[in-house]
């Protein structure tokens, strides 16, 4: 085991505090090379695909790496903003906003992002946080609904960045805040807002990422953390049961997934003569290549042609007032105890 050295202390004084915010991650550009390095590193990760390691190494680099790049740069390509990926211009903007927002209330502290997967890396943003002279961290993965696949890589990553440090800062770790009544009112007003432009649906569909059935069965909670946020968004909506429905979305390989799935529902809801839907990802906090792509396109594609009439996706929390209002509240109550 090497330790690195410490890096030399600030000459300006900076705050002892900070946040890092965690997102998933995106290529860093929409071409087959980029998203290959992306894929490579994402797919790799055991808490993403847990299938033994030989077996999965030899479909990932035999198959995965070499037929799927071209295809989904190419959706990338769709959404790609001027400033770079959605999730990555989102998530950084939310960084901004959140360090803004906890000055308002008092707290002096540094606020970064990173990626789990891609750049900017979280030991890499770890880093220069300690290098800024922070010897207090709070993580703040940006997965209301704790997942092992997510919120615990998220905290992998941090573990194996911490064996090589010699001078550990103090580490909190927010694992969830699916049922947070700021989060959910934030929300709220999302939905509320839509509906005060448009009008309201006939049904409202909330997508939420799909992960195979067998991690629910051996005791993961994200299945049923993303019942809890659709059930308290109802309610708050005043919805009546045969008003919404949860569904999982970006379903991968032939094991059966979490259900219902949201395109097929989706299809079967066309069929039905539901006229309008309204969709909406409450998991993703910013919007990315699952929601703008796989919904808004594809699921958006999908309903009409099986006979349904409007198609609404409903954006992202991204930089909403009430949202970041609701992280920085988050925030605060998970950095009780820490001088300000």
């Given at each position: 085991?090497r330790?690195?050295?410490?890096?030399p202390a600030p000459t300006?004084?900076?705050?002892?505090?900070?946040?890092?915010l965690c997102?998933l991650g995106?290529?860093d550009?929409?071409t087959?090379?980029a998203?290959?390095r992306?894929l490579?590193q994402?797919?790799?990760?055991?808490r993403v695909v847990?299938?033994?390691?030989l077996l999965?190494?030899?479909?990932l680099h035999?198959?995965i790496?070499?037929?799927?790049?071209?295809?989904?740069?190419?959706?990338?390509?769709?959404v790609?903003?001027?400033?770079g990926?959605?999730?990555?211009v989102?998530?950084?903007k939310?960084a901004?906003?959140?360090a803004?927002?906890?000055?308002?209330?008092?707290?002096?502290?540094?606020?970064?992002?990173?990626?789990r997967?891609?750049?900017p890396a979280?030991?890499?943003e770890?880093?220069a946080l300690?290098a800024?002279g922070?010897?207090?961290?709070?993580?703040?993965?940006m997965?209301?609904q704790?997942?092992?696949?997510t919120?615990?890589?998220v905290?992998?990553?941090i573990?194996q960045?911490a064996?090589?440090v010699?001078?550990?800062p103090?580490l909190?770790?927010?694992?969830?805040?699916h049922d947070?009544?700021?989060?959910?009112?934030?929300?709220?007003k999302?939905?509320?807002?839509?509906?005060m432009s448009?009008?309201?649906p006939?049904?409202?569909?909330?997508?939420?990422?799909?992960?195979?059935?067998r991690?629910?069965d051996?005791?993961?909670p994200y299945?049923?953390?993303?019942?809890?946020?659709?059930?308290?968004?109802?309610?708050?909506?005043d919805?009546?049961d045969d008003?919404w429905v949860?569904t999982f979305?970006?379903r991968f390989?032939?094991?059966e997934w979490?259900?219902?799935?949201t395109?097929?529902?989706?299809?079967?809801?066309?069929?039905?003569?539901?006229r309008?839907?309204?969709?909406m990802?409450p998991?993703?906090t910013?919007d990315c290549l699952?929601t703008?792509e796989?919904?808004?396109q594809?699921?958006?594609?999908a309903f009409?042609?099986?006979?349904?009439a409007e198609?609404?996706y409903?954006?992202?929390l991204?930089d909403q007032?009430?949202?970041?209002?609701?992280?920085?509240?988050?925030a605060?109550?998970?950095m009780?105890?820490?001088?300000?």
């Amino acid at each position: 085991m090497r330790f690195s050295p410490e890096p030399p202390a600030p000459t300006r004084p900076a705050p002892a505090t900070a946040v890092l915010l965690c997102n998933l991650g995106t290529p860093d550009a929409p071409t087959a090379a980029a998203v290959r390095r992306y894929l490579a590193q994402f797919l790799s990760d055991p808490r993403v695909v847990e299938i033994p390691k030989l077996l999965w190494w030899l479909i990932l680099h035999g198959i995965i790496l070499r037929v799927r790049p071209a295809k989904s740069a190419a959706k990338y390509a769709t959404v790609w903003m001027p400033e770079g990926s959605p999730l990555k211009v989102w998530t950084q903007k939310q960084a901004r906003l959140l360090a803004g927002y906890l000055g308002e209330r008092g707290h002096r502290v540094q606020v970064a992002f990173a990626m789990r997967y891609g750049t900017p890396a979280i030991g890499r943003e770890l880093d220069a946080l300690k290098a800024a002279g922070a010897t207090r961290i709070l993580v703040l993965p940006m997965y209301p609904q704790y997942c092992a696949a997510t919120t615990a890589s998220v905290n992998d990553a941090i573990y194996q960045w911490a064996q090589r440090v010699r001078a550990l800062p103090e580490l909190r770790f927010v694992n969830r805040y699916h049922d947070d009544p700021a989060y959910i009112a934030a929300l709220a007003k999302r939905v509320s807002d839509h509906w005060m432009s448009h009008g309201r649906p006939d049904k409202l569909v909330m997508s939420f990422h799909g992960m195979p059935r067998r991690t629910r069965d051996l005791g993961d909670p994200y299945h049923g953390e993303c019942l809890e946020t659709g059930r308290l968004l109802a309610q708050r909506l005043d919805l009546k049961d045969d008003q919404w429905v949860v569904t999982f979305q970006s379903r991968f390989g032939k094991a059966e997934w979490l259900q219902p799935y949201t395109e097929p529902t989706l299809v079967g809801l066309a069929k039905q003569g539901v006229r309008r839907v309204d969709v909406m990802c409450p998991g993703f906090t910013a919007d990315c290549l699952e929601t703008l792509e796989e919904i808004a396109q594809e699921a958006r594609d999908a309903f009409l042609e099986a006979g349904g009439a409007e198609f609404n996706y409903i954006p992202c929390l991204n930089d909403q007032h009430e949202w970041i209002a609701a992280l920085s509240a988050i925030a605060i109550r998970h950095m009780q105890g820490w001088p300000a």
